[in-house]
């Protein structure tokens, strides 16, 4: 990531691709942006249609259709690409059919010289992650999933209108696959500097614990409601992806919760799990550890062993 033209090549224009594409280019993330697509002819046509909202964009951004010797000088490869989730199907039982769709990506992607950072959305993310990992041979700081940014948000969405706070200053986050077995580590969520379990302890004629379970619930089940009434989701992870792509670009050095490899943290090995993580220029900078409490990582284990259990059913 040598070059000062910041260049970004989409794999994928779906639903979630085109949707990270679109918050892209409203958002000068980028100068230049590559869709790649095995249909080709689709590609060409959402080029097009992005370049020409181009007068009303805050940047000038180059939008093209390209091959995939376009990786080269990227710096980031975000991949959209891959089989539909259904309505009602989880994330795990997309495991088997999108392995293959990966293989067909990762190897060229490879063989163009390209030395940037994958950017995995397609779901099951953790899973699909971790295969980008070991098809790529990439160094693990520079293979990073999506996992559970969007489901972060939500969460610090449901918390700012339960306390009636700006959710930018609810401090909390979603942990473990992004699927079933996600949770929130309530003993690590803050509103402002303050524990939200002390709010509600100090406030039980306002709030209750068992309200937070709903909440949690409530992110937990999201995506399945969503599909359940427009058979997809895209926006909110088009804006989560962008808000990734956003970080490494300009090198913040952001906390967010990303689908990253774990080598001892929170007990756990080689296996690729959402924790807060420190991401900038070069991709991921350090895992943040939580201080979270024995249940808890009662259940962050279960969460890993699902994930590990999935990975080593695979033939790659």
Not at 8 to 13: C, E, F, P, S
Not at 62 to 68: D, L, N, S
Not at 102 to 129: E, Q, Y
Not at 184 to 198: M, N, R
């Amino acid at each position: 990531m040598k070059n000062e033209n910041k260049k970004v090549v989409l794999i994928g224009t779906g639903m979630v691709g085109m949707s990270f594409a679109y918050a892209a280019l409203n958002q000068g993330v980028a100068d230049e942006l590559v869709l790649i697509d095995i249909n080709k002819e689709r590609a060409q046509g959402e080029a097009m249609d992005l370049n020409h909202g181009l007068a009303f964009a805050k940047s000038n951004m180059k939008i093209y259709a390209g091959e995939y010797s376009d990786c080269k000088d990227a710096d980031i490869v975000v991949i959209a690409a891959g089989v539909a989730q259904k309505d009602g199907e989880t994330r795990l039982d997309l495991l088997q059919r999108n392995v293959e769709v990966f293989r067909s990506i990762i190897t060229p992607v490879v063989k163009s010289g390209f030395d940037g950072i994958f950017l995995v959305a397609t779901n099951p993310v953790d899973i699909m992650t971790r295969v980008t990992y070991e098809l790529s041979r990439f160094g693990a700081s520079r293979v990073i999933g999506t996992v559970t940014t969007l489901d972060t948000a939500r969460l610090r969405y449901l918390l700012g209108d339960y306390f009636t706070v700006d959710p930018k200053n609810i401090h909390a986050y979603v942990i473990g696959e992004h699927g079933d077995s996600e949770f929130v580590p309530f003993s690590q969520a803050l509103l402002g500097t303050k524990p939200v379990t002390e709010v509600i302890s100090e406030r039980p004629f306002l709030y209750k614990k068992e309200d937070l379970s709903a909440i949690e619930d409530q992110v937990r089940t999201a995506a399945y409601k969503i599909i359940a009434a427009k058979r997809a989701t895209y926006y909110g992870i088009g804006m989560s992806l962008t808000r990734i792509v956003k970080a490494i670009l300009n090198d913040e050095n952001s906390i967010l919760t990303l689908s990253v490899k774990l080598s001892g943290e929170y007990d756990q090995t080689d296996v690729f799990i959402g924790v807060p993580a420190i991401v900038g220029r070069n991709g991921v900078k350090e895992v943040v550890r939580l201080s979270i409490t024995d249940e808890e990582q009662a259940k962050f284990a279960k969460s890993a062993g699902i994930l590990d259990d999935y990975f080593k059913g695979l033939k790659l």
